[in-house]
């Protein structure tokens, strides 16, 4: 069995399965936030009105929850949000709760991996569909909807259909100024947006051995926007230095079987790499930055569980060390711990000498929710994930997804820059 | 179960325009209708009656985890989406919720059925006739889990 079948078999009490069994796999671990949370509320409610028992969960100390999509508090309907999460955590004992203003917080992918929340071989569902990031450490790591949770909550398990697996295998180590967005970019304008429908993206090869746990997070990260069921990443001895450093101890390498099955294998050369953009409105629209169009840019972005890992703050750090930004950006880091790494290392003061304004930890606009939504006919390049119409703000705005590299090349020239170019 | 179309001729109709981000702080049902299909089609919300049907493209419901989606259509009176094929979150949120319908059709519904167009979709035959038009296609039939759910009212109803 290939690493996720290996997962879900444990999950199920199963000795094996295979794609397109249908499961209910037990789950270790699960996350809501700000806008799946009171979203789960709502369908407890409904229950509750049918007479089903809500009140108790499965188990409080398998849950964690996050604030991150509308805080610092946006208005006033995202106030009654956080205040619902707050008696939520409070009515239902649940200790892991992320409060901002209260120590460390951030984007609840971010938190999945700098908290050590979850660990390879876990099964772990929560209330975005960026799940998919956490599959980096070597777990099932899959996104769902209220109902979907609120099911877990209760009852621990869920059901799934085993994916097919299809293996993207890069050769080598990608070259400087290349970055492990440029890598999923790729991938996505190869098999398109919903090249990965239904189905786990997996990635190896001594290209993926010789990356950092930051870059494989942004791999997996992205496999959901090629529709897939989750990303993941076999967890090695990378992986479990990254999770004992924030305090796991239990963490341990989990692989597949040397004789796994894959559907699909697709290779990638990392040397035949190079900065990339994914131009309105799809994430499956890609163009080599050198042949971008020529386009005025109003705003450069940095933000997101995509984009605004501490490794992103200091990719984009060295290119805007000693320059002046020409149009508006926001570096936004993705979690309190990252905001002090950042600070602590001086990266704080150089986004700041460059003209940028640093941001709290927020999806904020990623999601065209707040903090640097786009106008009518404002164009940005953003480190974020999707460019769909209005994904960023109106309409009518348009959105040209990058690494962080190309994001502050950018910023800095006020157009589609490859860092390479950069003078 | 008979319903008019509602076409959008067009592949990847993605969570954002179905529901845009600013509204996913909103958990009232109604209001949330109010504000479906907006980013795409917004006089949705004046012309789509109860009982109607969305018919489009390829990966329906691409993006977001979010629920709104199909509770935005749902509440705004839509009983099913018929779509070439559909993004996964979205298919089993609209099945899990007990929300929607995600019928997956067949290029010859895709063109044969126009907007406007009265149908009738019979499950038990995994059949659509067009009654406008007096024509007939095939859907594909729902797979096991999910016809079970569907039967019994959604995932918390369903006896695995």
Known sequence: MNIVEKILARASGKSSVSPDDVIFANVDKVMVHDVSGPGVLKVFDKLKNKGVDVSKLWDPTKVWVAEDHFVPSAEKISAENIVKLSNFTKNYGIEKHFKYGMGQYGICHTLSHEEALVMPGDVYVGGDSHTNTTGALGAFACGLGHTDIAYVLLNGKIWFKVPETDFFKLNGKLPEHVMAKDLILKIIGDIGTDGGNYRTMQFGGTGIDAMSVESRLTLCNMTTEAGAKNGIVEADQKVVDYLKSRGASNAQIFKGDNDAQYANVYEYEASEMEPLVAKPFSPENISVVREAPSVELDKSYIGSCTGAKYEDLEAAAKILKGHKVKIRTEILPASISIYKRAMENGLLSIFLDSGVTVGPPTCGACCGAHMGVLAKDEICISTTNRNFPGRMGHVDSQTYLSSPMVAAASAITGKITDPRDLQ | ?160
Not at chain 2, 9 to 20: A, E, G, K, L, S
Not at chain 2, 77 to 104: H, M, T
Not at chain 2, 114 to 119: L, S
Not at chain 2, 147 to 155: F, H, M, R, T
């Open chain 2, 1 to 160: 179960m008979k319903g008019n179309i509602i076409k959008y001729q067009r592949d990847n109709i993605d969570t954002d325009v179905i529901i845009p981000g600013q509204y996913l702080k909103v958990h009232d049902y109604a209001e949330l209708a109010t504000h479906a299909m907006e980013g795409l089609d917004p006089d949705f919300h004046k012309k789509v009656k109860e009982g109607d049907f969305i018919l489009s493209g390829k990966n329906f419901g691409c993006g977001s985890s979010r629920e709104h989606a199909p509770i935005a259509l749902s509440h705004s009176g839509i009983k099913a989406v018929l779509a070439l094929s559909f993004a996964r979150i979205f298919y089993r949120n609209s099945v899990d919720g007990a929300f929607l319908l995600p019928i997956e059709i067949e290029e010859d519904a895709y063109n044969g059925i126009a907007d406007g167009d009265e149908i009738d979709i019979d499950i038990s035959k995994n059949q659509i006739t067009n009654l406008t038009k007096n024509q007939t296609y095939s859907m594909k039939p729902f797979s096991d889990i999910i016809g079970k759910i569907i039967d019994a009212g959604g995932l918390f109803n369903y006896k695995p």
